[in-house]
C-alpha cells in the first residue's frame, strides 16, 4: 500500500481481503487515536495474529509508527506500544472552488494541514480560475520536496451550481452562465496525472468535520456551514450521507415563508452581512473577522442576527421533525465570536418551538472553520486511496 507515484518504483498494491483488512486497521487508528494491537485488534474484529502482522506490514510500508510504550493507569503487566497514523506515510492537495476565493492546501496522512494559499476574487471567472489551480498546484508539489512522491491525489470541493444565484453578485452575465457548462472535476483532472476526487463543497466541509470535529463523538448530525451562502451535509450512523444526487443537507435552499418565498440562504448567509457592510461604506471582507465585532459594525451584525438566526431555527426544527439526529453542528467563515452569537441566538430561537413529538437537538460549534471545504476536499483522495471502501466515513460500525 505504499502510495508512489512513480511506476517504476510504486510497490505492488495488495489485492483482496488483504488489503481490505489492511485498510479497516488504518480506518480504526484514524477514528480512534493511537491504540495498541490489542485494542486493534478489538476494534475491527480481527484476530490478534492477524492484527499484528497487518500493524507490522503497514509499519514497514511507512503508513503507521510505533510510540514510545505507556503503561495504563491500574492495569498489571507490560507497558502497550500504541500505535499511529505515520503522518508522513501519504499526502493529499485540497481544492475549495467558492464564489470568492480559490483555497489550495496540502494534508498530511495524519490530517495536518502543511501549507494553505488563498485567492481572493470578486467572482470566479473559469477563464482565470484553471490557470491559477494550475500553477497553485505546482506549487505545492515543489514545497514538498521529495514527499511529492508521496501525493495520493487531489480533492475538489465546490458548490454543485457553481453558476447559480449569479443575480446577487454584481458580475458580467456570461461568467456565471459558463460554470454550467463545466465539469470541474474532469477540468481539474485535465491539469494534473493525479486522481482527483469531487464533491460538494458543504458536503467535503461535512466530511471534516466528521473525521476531525465534532463528528469524532457524534453518531448522527446534521451540519450547517455558513459561507457566502449557507450549506450543509448529513451524517447518519456515523456516515457522510451524500445522498444519490449527492445533495444531502442542502440546508441553505430551504424554503421560508415571506413576499417571493425566499430561501434561507438569502437570509443567514455571509453575503447578506457582506451586503449590509458595503451599503454602508465597509469593506465586505469585514464579516469574516473581529472587525465584525467593532463598534461602528455591530449594529449591522445584529441586524443580521436578528434575521438569520430565526430562520436558521425554523430550519432546524423541520429538519429535526424529518431527520432524528442528536445535534447541530454549526459552523463557518466567521468570527468566532460572531458564529457563537449566532449558536445562542439561534438556540434562544427555538425555544418559540413546539417540540411535541420531536426531540430537539442541540447546537454544537464546528471545530474546524474556514479551511472546513479544502480540507474536506484534501480528505477525499485520502479515502479514496486507504479506506474501506464499504464502509467510507465509517465510525459506528467499528465500536464493540
Request: hydrophobic share 45%; net charge neutral; aromatic share 6%.
Given at each position: 500500500?505504499?502510495p508512489?507515484m512513480s511506476?517504476?518504483?510504486a510497490?505492488?498494491k495488495?489485492s483482496?481481503?488483504?488489503?481490505?483488512?489492511?485498510?479497516?486497521?488504518?480506518?480504526a487508528?484514524?477514528?480512534?487515536?493511537p491504540?495498541?494491537?490489542?485494542?486493534?485488534a478489538?476494534?475491527?474484529?480481527?484476530?490478534?495474529?492477524?492484527?499484528?502482522?497487518i500493524?507490522d506490514?503497514?509499519?514497514?510500508d511507512?503508513l503507521?509508527?510505533?510510540?514510545?510504550?505507556?503503561?495504563?493507569q491500574?492495569?498489571?503487566?507490560?507497558p502497550?506500544v500504541?500505535?499511529?497514523?505515520?503522518?508522513d506515510?501519504?499526502?493529499?492537495?485540497?481544492?475549495?472552488?467558492?464564489r470568492?476565493?480559490l483555497?489550495?492546501?496540502?494534508?498530511?496522512?495524519?490530517?495536518q494541514?502543511?501549507?494553505?494559499?488563498?485567492?481572493e476574487?470578486?467572482?470566479p471567472?473559469?477563464?482565470?480560475?484553471?490557470?491559477?489551480?494550475?500553477?497553485?498546484?505546482?506549487?505545492?508539489?515543489v514545497a514538498?520536496?521529495?514527499?511529492?512522491?508521496?501525493?495520493?491525489?487531489i480533492g475538489?470541493?465546490?458548490?454543485?451550481?457553481?453558476?447559480g444565484?449569479?443575480?446577487?453578485f454584481d458580475t458580467?452575465?456570461?461568467?456565471f452562465?459558463a460554470?454550467?457548462?463545466?465539469?470541474?472535476?474532469?477540468?481539474?483532472?485535465?491539469?494534473?496525472?493525479?486522481?482527483?476526487?469531487?464533491?460538494?463543497?458543504?458536503?467535503?466541509?461535512?466530511?471534516?468535520e466528521?473525521?476531525m470535529?465534532?463528528?469524532?463523538?457524534?453518531?448522527?448530525?446534521?451540519?450547517?456551514?455558513?459561507?457566502?451562502?449557507i450549506?450543509g451535509?448529513?451524517?447518519?450512523?456515523?456516515?457522510?450521507?451524500a445522498g444519490?444526487?449527492?445533495n444531502?443537507?442542502a440546508?441553505?435552499?430551504?424554503?421560508?415563508?415571506?413576499?417571493?418565498?425566499?430561501?434561507?440562504?438569502?437570509v443567514a448567509?455571509?453575503?447578506v452581512?457582506?451586503?449590509?457592510?458595503?451599503?454602508?461604506?465597509?469593506?465586505?471582507a469585514?464579516?469574516h473577522d473581529q472587525r465584525?465585532?467593532?463598534a461602528?459594525?455591530?449594529?449591522?451584525?445584529?441586524a443580521?442576527?436578528d434575521a438569520?438566526?430565526?430562520a436558521l431555527a425554523t430550519?432546524?426544527?423541520?429538519?429535526a421533525?424529518?431527520?432524528?439526529?442528536?445535534?447541530?453542528?454549526?459552523?463557518?467563515?466567521?468570527?468566532?465570536?460572531?458564529?457563537r452569537e449566532?449558536?445562542?441566538?439561534?438556540?434562544?430561537?427555538?425555544?418559540?418551538?413546539?417540540?411535541q413529538?420531536?426531540?430537539?437537538p442541540?447546537?454544537?460549534?464546528?471545530?474546524?472553520g474556514?479551511d472546513?471545504?479544502?480540507?474536506?476536499?484534501?480528505?477525499?483522495p485520502?479515502?479514496?486511496h486507504?479506506a474501506p471502501r464499504?464502509?467510507?466515513?465509517?465510525k459506528?460500525?467499528?465500536n464493540?
Amino acid at each position: 500500500m505504499t502510495p508512489s507515484m512513480s511506476a517504476s518504483t510504486a510497490t505492488p498494491k495488495p489485492s483482496g481481503m488483504r488489503q481490505m483488512n489492511e485498510r479497516i486497521v488504518l480506518q480504526a487508528v484514524r477514528v480512534h487515536g493511537p491504540c495498541p494491537k490489542s485494542e486493534i485488534a478489538r476494534l475491527t474484529h480481527l484476530s490478534t495474529q492477524t492484527t499484528s502482522l497487518i500493524v507490522d506490514r503497514l509499519i514497514d510500508d511507512g503508513l503507521l509508527a510505533r510510540e514510545a510504550r505507556t503503561r495504563v493507569q491500574g492495569r498489571m503487566g507490560q507497558p502497550s506500544v500504541p500505535i499511529s497514523l505515520r503522518a508522513d506515510g501519504a499526502f493529499s492537495i485540497g481544492v475549495k472552488v467558492g464564489r470568492r476565493s480559490l483555497d489550495v492546501l496540502t494534508m498530511d496522512f495524519a490530517g495536518q494541514v502543511h501549507a494553505r494559499d488563498v485567492i481572493e476574487y470578486a467572482y470566479p471567472d473559469p477563464r482565470t480560475v484553471f490557470a491559477l489551480l494550475s500553477k497553485k498546484i505546482d506549487q505545492m508539489m515543489v514545497a514538498l520536496g521529495n514527499d511529492a512522491a508521496k501525493v495520493v491525489g487531489i480533492g475538489v470541493a465546490a458548490p454543485l451550481w457553481l453558476g447559480g444565484w449569479r443575480n446577487f453578485f454584481d458580475t458580467p452575465p456570461d461568467v456565471f452562465a459558463a460554470w454550467n457548462e463545466i465539469d470541474i472535476s474532469a477540468r481539474v483532472q485535465a491539469l494534473t496525472t493525479l486522481p482527483v476526487e469531487f464533491a460538494k463543497d458543504t458536503t467535503a466541509a461535512c466530511a471534516a468535520e466528521l473525521l476531525m470535529g465534532q463528528g469524532r463523538g457524534l453518531g448522527d448530525f446534521l451540519y450547517v456551514f455558513i459561507g457566502t451562502f449557507i450549506g450543509g451535509g448529513l451524517v447518519i450512523d456515523g456516515r457522510l450521507h451524500a445522498g444519490p444526487k449527492g445533495n444531502a443537507g442542502a440546508i441553505g435552499s430551504f424554503p421560508l415563508m415571506g413576499e417571493g418565498t425566499p430561501q434561507l440562504l438569502n437570509v443567514a448567509s455571509v453575503y447578506v452581512l457582506e451586503k449590509r457592510f458595503t451599503d454602508a461604506g465597509f469593506p465586505a471582507a469585514a464579516a469574516h473577522d473581529q472587525r465584525a465585532l467593532s463598534a461602528q459594525l455591530w449594529p449591522l451584525c445584529e441586524a443580521w442576527l436578528d434575521a438569520a438566526c430565526p430562520a436558521l431555527a425554523t430550519a432546524i426544527a423541520t429538519a429535526a421533525a424529518l431527520v432524528d439526529v442528536d445535534a447541530i453542528v454549526i459552523d463557518g467563515e466567521l468570527d468566532r465570536q460572531l458564529l457563537r452569537e449566532v449558536l445562542s441566538r439561534t438556540n434562544t430561537a427555538l425555544d418559540a418551538f413546539d417540540w411535541q413529538g420531536m426531540l430537539r437537538p442541540r447546537l454544537v460549534e464546528g471545530e474546524i472553520g474556514a479551511d472546513a471545504r479544502a480540507m474536506g476536499g484534501a480528505i477525499l483522495p485520502l479515502y479514496a486511496h486507504f479506506a474501506p471502501r464499504h464502509v467510507l466515513f465509517l465510525k459506528s460500525g467499528m465500536n464493540a
